[in-house]
């Protein structure tokens, strides 16, 4: 069993460094939303996140050269809440960079192969989208509910066969790399501790008390989009790798990050 714990914030300013998971801007009269490590601490995790924290700003400031040391700070403070919340804990971060996983590319390549991408996703799957309900608003900060039928999984855990994603309406627009459309199939990466996070920054801005637990890995079934690629006859579109070289890798993390 999860033990919740409550958050008694007020005005407490979040860094806007969101590079992948964006969120709308607070207008002047709401309040701001939830700090990257203070969420964190309140849902239990302080000590890893700092522990990550640690490891990444180390590790960026030797290999990514001549950046100003708030590009270090920033990243370091974002990222290491990202892979946390992807189930990738601060132990996994030497398996993976030794078994030619690179975690600092990850979190600062323009391209990314699908091992690297999959650490900023706790789920990877193949499904087709069943059904997708607009202007569905909920207590948090999203309006699109769409539902997929899962017939793979490919990292991480789901307890059924079907799962929720929850997008904002800018997320539909036309030609939106990040909007599935019904009926169709994809190779989804989710993150279900991300939306977490997105839901307890959204009720932040709204009320002066919220409620926050840590993601049940495994057990999640509302998610946010990290990426997703259009899956058709067998074949990945928009893809930096193909089909095969694509499973195997997304296969191989979450062997490493379960052993």
Same mark, same amino acid.
């Given at each position: 069993m999860v033990t919740k714990e409550r958050l008694y914030l007020t005005a407490i300013a979040a860094i806007g460094f969101l590079l992948i998971f964006?969120?709308?801007? #607070?207008? #002047?009269?709401?309040?701001?939303?939830?700090? =990257?490590?203070?969420?964190?601490?309140?849902?239990?995790?302080e000590h890893d996140f700092i522990v990550m924290r640690n490891i990444l700003?180390?590790?960026?400031? =030797?290999?990514?050269?001549?950046?100003?040391e708030a590009y270090y700070r920033d990243n370091a403070n974002f990222f290491s809440m990202v892979l946390?919340?992807?189930?990738?804990?601060?132990?996994?971060?030497?398996?993976?960079?030794?078994?030619?996983?690179?975690?600092?590319?990850a979190i600062t390549g323009?391209?990314?192969?699908?091992?690297?991408?999959?650490?900023?996703?706790?789920?990877?799957?193949?499904? %087709?989208? %069943?059904?997708?309900?607009?202007?569905?608003?909920?207590?948090?900060?999203?309006?699109? %509910?769409?539902?997929?039928?899962? #017939?793979?999984?490919?990292?991480?855990?789901?307890?059924?066969?079907?799962?929720?994603?929850?997008?904002?309406?800018?997320?539909?627009?036309?030609?939106s790399d990040n909007r599935p459309d019904l009926n169709q199939t994809y190779l989804f990466l989710?993150?279900?501790?991300?939306?977490?996070? =997105?839901?307890?920054?959204?009720?932040?801005?709204?009320k002066e008390e919220i409620e926050v637990s840590p993601p049940d890995f495994g057990n999640e079934n509302v998610f946010v989009i990290y990426r997703l690629y259009p899956y058709r006859t067998g074949q990945l579109l928009r893809s930096p790798q193909n089909r095969s070289t694509a499973f195997q890798s997304l296969k191989f993390v979450d062997y490493l990050l379960n052993q």
């Open positions: 964006t969120f709308p801007e #607070s207008g #002047s009269s709401q309040r701001l939303g939830i700090a =990257h490590e203070d969420y964190m601490k309140a849902i239990g995790w700003q180390n590790e960026l400031t =030797h290999q990514v050269e001549g950046e100003p946390l919340l992807s189930a990738v804990k601060p132990a996994d971060y030497y398996k993976l960079q030794q078994n030619g996983v690179d975690v600092i590319n323009n391209v990314r192969p699908f091992d690297e991408q999959s650490l900023l996703s706790d789920v990877a799957l193949v499904g %087709t989208v %069943t059904e997708v309900i607009a202007e569905e608003f909920e207590q948090d900060g999203f309006g699109v %509910t769409v539902s997929v039928e899962v #017939s793979e999984v490919l990292k991480g855990e789901i307890p059924a066969d079907k799962i929720i994603i929850r997008q904002r309406n800018s997320s539909r627009v036309a030609g989710l993150s279900s501790g991300m939306y977490g996070y =997105h839901k307890a920054n959204y009720q932040m801005r709204e």
